[in-house]
């Protein structure tokens, strides 16, 4: 038996989830850099009651192409109910890099940042602290639920890597999966786009720009051509097209080891490097709109040359980061969630994410996952908050999605 709406917010300890919210909050652990939050997490884990038997990290780190300190750590509950599928409910660790030197402090129904120069990290510590509370309310009231996987990756915003490179083994066999990554409880994000990120090389040749500049081949005109090009073909920013829609951006445009394009005004430049990315709730739309840039820059090499007719290079290289998944209506785990959000007395809805989440990996890896949020707004920026009444939401929900029975 399933426990009432009563009971969940009754049971759950709102001033607690805000104490392990707080605390993470002011652990600094962006993409990479997560064993300290790691700790942080396990420590809070293991205080309410969680044996140091169900902590387990894998080994993600090491297949990750970037240095991350620490795997994904997996903490399992069993079951304290007969039957019944085993539940994940997942979150990252990681923040972005604007998040270092969070200062959070608590300030009408807020917790908000006193160092003005940083965001807050609420993307995601809502969803550490959410699962702590989780954890510390099943525990401590001996509620009944199923056998539960709570999941923590590393480097969600760096192209979702914790999640991609994980083991599907490791997930248990389980059957559904919620995971902690958006705004509000009742809003829940069932379907969300793939993504590729891309990257063009273009090789020119340096002259001297103001005495015979005809004899360089300028590297930066290819790349502004390109990107003219494709912006004229209707491929940059939203894309609309007959047989899809999407969007695309061009994020960075530098030189050699991350610097910039070009040395002096007075050099043709003679080498740039693109990096952008494409998104679509289509696989095969998304790849399109990569081929489109990279058959853009490939034209606009040619058409730049020296004095001698040789023409600039363009060299082009794609990778998918994320795919596209829609769970429907009739779903197992958008049916449970939408019960566990009405048995709370919210009211649910159905959402599609034009942002990648880990969601996307887990239903690539077998697990179908609907994302709900805590509380967090205004992430990646300075403004950023944590709303707290949304928050204890977030923390009842998964309460709630943990403990009712279909």
């Known amino acids: 038996m399933s426990i009432t709406a009563i009971d969940v917010r009754s049971v759950v300890d709102t001033d607690s989830a805000e104490d392990h919210l707080i605390r993470f909050l002011s652990i600094d652990g962006v993409s990479g850099q997560e064993a300290a939050i790691a700790a942080a997490i396990t420590d809070e884990l293991k205080k309410v009651g969680v044996p140091a038997s169900a ?42 890099p604007l998040c270092a030197g969070a200062k959070p402090k ?19 510590r809502t969803g550490c602290a959410a699962l702590v509370a989780l954890a510390e309310t099943l525990i401590k009231h001996n509620l ?21 490179n994980m083991d599907p083994k490791d997930l248990s066999g389980a059957t559904m999966g919620f995971n902690v990554d958006s705004k ?33 081949i300028s590297a930066t005109l290819a790349a502004a051509i390109a990107i ?15 047989n899809g829609r999407g969007t695309s951006n061009v994020g960075v445009f530098g030189g050699k080891d991350n610097r910039s394009a070009g040395d002096a005004t007075n050099v043709v430049t003679d080498y740039v490097r693109i990096n952008g990315e494409s998104r679509s709730d289509n696989e095969k739309f998304t790849s399109a709109i990569t081929a489109a840039f990279k058959d853009a820059f490939t034209k606009a090499a040619g058409q730049v040359k020296d004095d001698k007719g040789e023409a600039a290079q363009a060299k082009f290289d794609s990778r998918a980061d994320y795919y596209p998944f829609r769970l429907p ?20 809805t159905t959402q599609f994410s034009h942002g990648g989440l880990d969601s ?18 205004e992430i990646h920026t300075v403004k950023e908050y ?11 929900m998964a309460v709630a999605l943990a403990t009712i029975d279909d």
């Open 106 to 124: 608590r300030e009408n129904g807020r917790i908000v940042n006193a160092n003005p120069s940083s965001a807050l990290g609420g993307d995601n």
């Open 184 to 216: 509000l409880a009742a809003e829940l994000v069932t379907g969300a786009v793939g993504g590729e990120t891309w990257e063009a090389d273009i090789k020119g040749k340096a002259s001297h720009a103001g005495v015979a500049p005809e004899k360089g």
């Open 360 to 377: 996307n990996w887990l239903a690539r890896h077998g697990l179908p996952s609907v994302t709900f949020g805590a509380g967090q707004h």
């Open 228 to 242: 003219t090009e494709a912006y004229r073909g209707g491929w940059f920013g939203k894309v609309v097209k007959p």
């Open 55 to 96: 902590f387990r990290f894998d080994t993600a780190n090491k297949r990750i192409p970037m240095p991350t300190q620490t795997g994904n750590l997996f903490v399992d509950l069993p079951g304290t109910r007969p039957g019944g599928p085993r539940l994940v409910f997942s979150t990252h660790m990681d923040t972005v």
């Open 386 to 396: 944590v709303d707290l009444p949304e928050f204890a939401d977030g923390c009842r």
């Open 329 to 348: 209506d009739d779903a197992p785990a958008v049916v449970h969630a939408k019960h566990a959000a009405e048995s709370i007395g919210l009211k649910p």
């Open 144 to 164: 009944p639920h199923p056998p539960i996987t709570l999941l923590f990756t590393v480097r969600e915003e760096s192209r979702l890597m914790g999640a991609r």
